[in-house]
């Protein structure tokens, strides 16, 4: 995304808590959250979630792996019993202040499965940008594919051009509208400059990335390009 960012927003993540770190804080989501062990199903039913360490611990059929950002019981991610609703959002970001525009952004989220997927619905996620009701898709549908093992981390990111600067609100969204097999991990969630993300060495992108114009609020009026 080419966005105008304010000065010390250069190469950091916009998105607050995005590793999960701080646990289940700084965004929203319609999913409920729910906490207690695998012994009772914790989050047995569609459209629950924990913030944790292991899926395990809150599922006795889901993974026992780590999270993504320290491999260890230290670290904590987003763990998801998928709803077939696709109403509903999975993650939601706290508001973000954009001032910089005409720069490659990158939105980006390590997912995992819960569950193999030989036989059972990937997740399908969606990246969209908004300012809280009206919403502009990132890129398409972004799925796990079936010969992923579950706890293994997949990369998923779009880059993008913003058009317009202002107050945003950035969501991944679940178009699986199956039940079974739909259950993934989230983690190390980021959006900023492309050149700032952690992905960017590995995986530069394109050289044309596409441009969006989203709706904005409260833009405000006295913002600078970067070389003016």
Request: no cysteine.
């Amino acid at each position: 995304f080419s966005l105008v960012l304010a000065a010390n927003s250069f190469a950091r993540n916009l998105v607050k808590n995005g590793n999960f770190s701080l646990g289940n804080t700084g965004f929203t989501t319609s999913y409920t959250y729910s906490t207690g062990d695998s012994a009772n199903f914790a989050v047995f039913s569609e459209s629950k979630y924990w913030v944790g360490s292991q899926a395990s611990l809150v599922h006795p059929h889901f993974s026992s792996a780590y999270d993504h950002t320290s491999s260890n019981s230290a670290g904590k991610y987003f763990i998801a019993n998928g709803s077939s609703d696709i109403t509903q959002t999975i993650w939601q970001s706290d508001v973000i202040f954009v001032s910089q525009y005409n720069m490659t952004f990158r939105f980006e989220a390590w997912v995992t499965s819960l569950v193999s997927l030989s036989t059972l619905a990937p997740p399908k996620l969606y990246f969209e940008i908004g300012n809280g009701t009206s919403w502009t898709p990132l890129g398409g549908e972004v799925s796990l594919t079936s010969g992923t093992s579950p706890g293994t981390w997949v990369l998923k990111y779009t880059d993008g051009i913003l058009s317009l600067p202002g107050n945003y609100y950035l969501r991944l969204r679940n178009h699986q509208s199956a039940a079974a097999g739909n259950d993934f991990g989230l983690d190390d969630i980021y959006f900023g400059l492309r050149t700032g993300s952690p992905s960017y060495a590995s995986d530069p992108g394109s050289t044309t990335p596409p441009t969006y114009s989203p709706v904005a609020v409260n833009t405000p009026s006295n913002l600078y390009r970067d070389w003016e």
